[in-house]
């Protein structure tokens, strides 16, 4: 696959000596729709231009475009500055410093000649203003001396280039054809043409090097002398195989296929054109980066569920078992001594009559014994019907997943990328990712030293639960959402669980509900009970009346669920 054509300080030349027009032309209006784009509205010659400058890292570049840009909703800084000064200024020039990727515009204002250095070097792309008497009046990116100690960008300094440039280097605008030819007798046979010329990109490095290997000092001149003329040929450059637009160049270019070169009006068209898709296709893949993880691991967690509901069904499918350890037991449990703990019966249901073992609570009485088996085997057959409907459903959305999953990762275009997204906002199957969310300090205990227990749900979901009183408080007047899930054993004390519910509590899986409600009567005081009852309700129904102790709580519009402790 070929790399992009980088914007480098040719095509920034082209851009500018095709605009050279603006000089004369009045500032109308400053735009800066993003953190690091400016659009300047030039009226010149009776027409109005729209300059856009770009200090982003990825897509540093100048060029004229077409369309207007919506305007931040509040001024940032930078802006403020720009139009206190300059804002109906006059363009007294706009040229490259040397053949550097260094722009310098100069503005008439009533308080005098303003410099806006635009400096487009990668991550060190910057747009500087600066005061008719040298220093730095504001910037789009203040530099301290901890960030450069070589060139710190402050305001009230004196502003200076960029030590990137090096000295001593030829520039290619203002080379005559002697001296080319004596730069061609210098290099010979191996030849450096950046370790000589300034500014130059490798690619446009690349380009003299294939103009010398098939036509010569001959197609250098020739080039030059194009160069000095602004005598442009600007292509937009597409793989006809990925169809991706690799970019735009001032001339034809001896590294690509005539095929894949397609002729533009002009250098700011072409350019415009490529970062216009460059950066739509940054957009879709920061999009379909961002889903595909989601949709991993919303599958992987319903994966998980799906298992589970196989589990639970084979194990309903124990119904008859336990009715017959039922009726075993009311047959032979009379002949059992004092404190046992298992029955052996035959198996009246098989031909050869194999002996069962069946567990027996010692404290229990026999009725009491068999009722506990005859009952499991009703809640068996019960749950049969609504686990297998519950599997079902959990199939048919991990269908959904796999073929959202499917799309995502064969690169569809953006428009599918949105849909696919809101299917998966629709459906709950997105979480925010560390990437996906604003940069922040990192807490390093979120819970500033309460004892909260962090668990994941089959389902993806996040599981809090407190381990004393003092973080049962915590989790609920602190960290508990108002749309959040909160779960208490009905009676006796125990642990406040908290399921967060990214305020839609509505989407809540039934298994995030019950596996948090199992939580819940493992850190109670009915933990050794066999059937332990759990309320859940909204923590927006919940209250810590004024002087209660650590841990009370009261609540409202409550639902119960039943937990089975264990056989």
């Given at each position: 696959m070929r790399?992009?054509?980088?914007?480098d300080?040719?095509s920034l030349?082209?851009?500018?000596?095709e605009?050279?027009?603006?000089?004369?032309?009045?500032?109308?209006?400053?735009?800066?729709?993003?953190?690091?784009?400016?659009?300047?509205?030039?009226?010149?010659?009776?027409?109005?231009?729209?300059?856009?400058?770009?200090?982003?890292?990825?897509?540093?570049?100048?060029?004229?475009?077409?369309?207007?840009?919506?305007?931040?909703?509040?001024?940032?800084?930078?802006?403020?500055?720009?139009?206190?000064?300059?804002?109906?200024?006059?363009?007294?020039?706009?040229?490259?410093?040397?053949?550097?990727?260094?722009?310098?515009?100069?503005?008439?204002?009533r308080?005098?000649?303003?410099?806006?250095?635009?400096?487009?070097?990668?991550?060190?792309?910057?747009?500087?203003?600066?005061?008719?008497t040298?220093?730095?009046?504001?910037?789009?990116?203040?530099?301290?001396?901890?960030?450069?100690?070589?060139?710190?960008?402050?305001a009230?300094?004196?502003?200076?280039?960029?030590?990137?440039?090096?000295?001593?280097?030829l520039?290619p605008?203002?080379?005559?054809?002697?001296?080319?030819?004596?730069?061609?007798?210098?290099?010979?046979?191996?030849r450096?043409?950046?370790?000589?010329l300034?500014?130059?990109?490798?690619?446009?490095?690349?380009?003299?090097?294939?103009?010398?290997?098939?036509?010569?000092?001959?197609?250098?001149?020739?080039?030059?002398?194009?160069?000095r003329?602004?005598?442009?040929?600007?292509?937009?450059?597409?793989d006809?195989q990925?169809?991706?637009?690799?970019?735009?160049?001032?001339?034809?270019?001896?590294?690509?296929?005539?095929?894949?070169?397609h002729?533009?009006?002009s250098?700011?068209?072409?350019?415009e054109?490529?970062f216009?898709?460059?950066?739509?296709?940054?957009?879709?893949?920061?999009l379909?980066?961002?889903?595909?993880?989601?949709?991993?691991?919303?599958?992987?967690?319903r994966?998980?569920?799906a298992?589970?509901?196989?589990?639970?069904?084979?194990?309903?499918?124990?119904?008859?078992?336990?009715?017959?350890?039922?009726?075993?037991?009311?047959?032979?449990?009379?002949?059992?001594?004092?404190?046992a703990t298992?029955?052996?019966?035959?198996d009246?249901?098989?031909?050869?009559?194999?002996?069962l073992?069946?567990?027996?609570?010692p404290?229990k009485?026999?009725?009491?014994?068999?009722?506990?088996?005859f009952?499991?085997?009703?809640?068996?057959?019960?749950?049969?019907t609504?686990?297998?409907?519950?599997?079902?459903?959990?199939?048919?959305?991990?269908?959904?997943?796999?073929?959202?999953?499917?799309?995502?990762?064969q690169?569809?275009?953006?428009?599918t990328?949105?849909?696919?997204?809101?299917?998966?906002?629709t459906?709950?199957?997105?979480?925010e990712?560390?990437?996906?969310?604003?940069?922040?300090?990192p807490?390093?205990?979120?819970f500033?030293?309460?004892?909260?227990?962090v668990?994941?749900?089959?389902?993806?979901?996040?599981?809090?639960v407190?381990?004393?009183?003092?973080?049962?408080d915590?989790?609920?007047?602190?960290?508990?959402?108002?749309?959040?899930?909160?779960?208490?054993?009905?009676t006796?004390t125990?642990?406040?669980?908290?399921?967060?519910?990214g305020?839609?509590?509505?989407?809540?899986?039934k298994?995030?509900?019950?596996?948090?409600?199992?939580l819940?009567?493992?850190?109670?005081?009915?933990r050794?009970?066999r059937?332990?009852?759990?309320?859940y309700?909204?923590?927006?129904?919940?209250?810590?009346?004024?002087?209660a102790?650590?841990?009370?709580?009261?609540?409202?519009?409550?639902?119960?669920?039943?937990?089975?402790?264990?056989?």
């Amino acid at each position: 696959m070929r790399k992009p054509i980088p914007f480098d300080s040719l095509s920034l030349y082209a851009v500018l000596q095709e605009r050279g027009f603006f000089t004369g032309g009045r500032i109308q209006e400053i735009r800066q729709p993003d953190a690091l784009t400016l659009v300047l509205h030039i009226y010149a010659h009776r027409v109005e231009h729209r300059l856009l400058l770009s200090a982003d890292a990825q897509h540093a570049r100048m060029h004229c475009i077409s369309s207007k840009v919506p305007n931040a909703p509040t001024p940032p800084p930078f802006l403020q500055s720009l139009r206190k000064h300059i804002d109906g200024g006059v363009i007294r020039s706009m040229q490259l410093v040397g053949f550097d990727r260094i722009v310098q515009i100069e503005i008439q204002t009533r308080e005098g000649v303003y410099r806006l250095m635009v400096e487009l070097m990668g991550k060190h792309s910057n747009i500087i203003l600066v005061e008719p008497t040298g220093t730095i009046r504001s910037a789009m990116k203040w530099v301290s001396p901890r960030q450069s100690e070589a060139r710190p960008i402050r305001a009230g300094d004196p502003y200076r280039l960029p030590p990137t440039r090096i000295a001593g280097l030829l520039n290619p605008l203002t080379m005559s054809d002697d001296d080319w030819r004596a730069l061609w007798r210098e290099m010979g046979a191996t030849r450096d043409w950046q370790a000589y010329l300034e500014g130059l990109s490798r690619f446009t490095a690349g380009e003299l090097e294939a103009i010398a290997q098939t036509q010569g000092l001959d197609g250098i001149l020739e080039w030059a002398h194009r160069l000095r003329a602004g005598a442009w040929e600007p292509v937009a450059v597409r793989d006809p195989q990925t169809h991706q637009l690799l970019g735009a160049y001032p001339f034809r270019s001896l590294q690509f296929p005539a095929e894949w070169q397609h002729a533009r009006a002009s250098v700011n068209t072409a350019w415009e054109q490529a970062f216009s898709e460059r950066i739509a296709r940054v957009r879709v893949e920061a999009l379909r980066q961002s889903l595909l993880p989601n949709l991993r691991r919303a599958l992987a967690a319903r994966q998980r569920a799906a298992d589970e509901l196989h589990r639970a069904l084979q194990d309903s499918q124990q119904a008859d078992r336990w009715r017959l350890y039922g009726e075993l037991i009311l047959a032979y449990g009379h002949t059992l001594p004092a404190g046992a703990t298992t029955l052996h019966a035959p198996d009246y249901t098989q031909p050869d009559m194999p002996t069962l073992e069946i567990p027996i609570d010692p404290n229990k009485t026999v009725i009491e014994n068999a009722e506990r088996y005859f009952q499991k085997a009703r809640r068996a057959r019960e749950s049969r019907t609504d686990l297998q409907s519950r599997l079902e459903r959990l199939q048919e959305e991990i269908a959904l997943i796999q073929h959202a999953l499917l799309t995502a990762e064969q690169e569809p275009d953006e428009a599918t990328l949105r849909q696919l997204h809101e299917q998966a906002k629709t459906h709950g199957w997105l979480r925010e990712t560390p990437s996906a969310m604003p940069a922040k300090r990192p807490e390093k205990d979120p819970f500033e030293g309460h004892k909260i227990r962090v668990y994941l749900s089959p389902d993806g979901y996040q599981v809090l639960v407190g381990e004393n009183a003092q973080a049962n408080d915590f989790l609920l007047t602190r960290i508990a959402k108002p749309n959040d899930w909160w779960l208490h054993v009905r009676t006796g004390t125990g642990a406040h669980v908290v399921i967060r519910t990214g305020n839609q509590p509505q989407r809540t899986p039934k298994s995030t509900l019950e596996f948090a409600a199992r939580l819940a009567a493992q850190h109670s005081a009915d933990r050794h009970a066999r059937i332990v009852e759990v309320d859940y309700t909204l923590r927006k129904y919940v209250r810590k009346p004024r002087g209660a102790p650590p841990g009370f709580a009261l609540y409202t519009h409550e639902k119960t669920l039943q937990v089975e402790m264990g056989q």
